[in-house]
């Protein structure tokens, strides 16, 4: 089998530093409200990432929340995946479901309505020089790996993760997704901006919803008109994909 190719880095957060520590603070809060209006048989429902149902993703988001709020925890979960071998993301994300496996969802509520707030001091108190630094192994994406920094981790992925997962279990439960310009309008139009660098040929793209805008590239390109929810969903590669769209963006 021939090596993955690696793509030219490494990746850096596109997102200004206060902008990027508000969403932050701002998903975390949203996740917890979202959880807070289930119904016990909502937990059990099974979500677009097949081997987790609700409960499962909630325990994966507070476990990264975990990791994001202690170094200690972070240099604890690492090790633990590393040593369980294979794709370092894949085992890292399956010890943080097992590890609270037999957490209830209130107790999950409650620890992530803890935790959220000190993850989101702990991704803004890292230092200019660790943000700036590669993350160890290139990430896999379709196709390649590429290098990341690990600021791209701390301000863009963090957040991007829980509300990808957000939309996964609203997706799955039938619960409203809360949509906000200031704050899913913001993180969007990120995911779209580097979408647009990722492929850089000529396109016009309008998303609606509360979340949504309108951008254009170059000109005589593709013309596009999704929900940006979905627009989303599609470049995470949890639906179809064809054209400029089968472009990914990591969440």
Do not use: N
């Not at 995946?81 to 010890?95: F, K, Q, S």
């Not at 107790?107 to 935790?115: G, K, M, P, Q």
């Not at 790996?145 to 690990?150: H, N, R």
């Not at 994909?241 to 990914?248: K, Q, R």
């Amino acid at each position: 089998m021939s090596a993955t190719p690696v793509v030219a880095g490494p990746r850096r957060s596109q997102l200004d530093r206060a902008t990027a520590m508000r969403l932050a603070a701002t998903e975390y809060e949203r996740y917890v409200a979202h959880l807070g209006d289930l119904s016990t048989e909502d937990w059990t429902r099974p979500t677009d990432c097949p081997d987790w149902d609700v409960r499962a993703m909630a325990a994966h988001v507070l476990g990264m929340a975990a990791m994001a709020a202690s170094v200690r925890e972070g240099a604890r979960q690492r090790k633990a995946a590393r040593a369980r071998g294979g794709v370092m993301i894949d085992a890292l994300t399956d010890l943080q479901v097992r590890e609270r496996a037999g957490l209830e969802p209130a107790e999950i509520i409650a620890r992530l309505a803890a935790t959220g707030p000190k993850a989101a001091r702990g991704r803004r108190r890292t230092p200019w020089f660790v943000r700036r630094a590669r993350l160890g192994d290139p990430e896999p994406m379709p196709g390649s790996a590429e290098q990341w920094t690990i600021g791209f981790v701390v301000d863009t992925i963090l957040t991007r993760d829980p509300w990808m997962h957000r939309v996964d279990s609203t997706r799955a439960t039938g619960a409203p997704m809360v949509l906000t310009a200031d704050h899913d309008g913001v993180l969007v139009a990120d995911v779209v901006a580097e979408w647009l660098a990722r492929h850089g040929k000529p396109v016009t793209l309008r998303l609606t919803g509360p979340a949504g805008g309108e951008w254009a590239q170059g000109t005589g390109g593709e013309r596009i008109d999704l929900d940006a929810v979905e627009f989303c969903r599609i470049l995470s590669g949890r639906a179809p994909a064809a054209g400029l769209l089968a472009v990914p963006v990591p969440f």
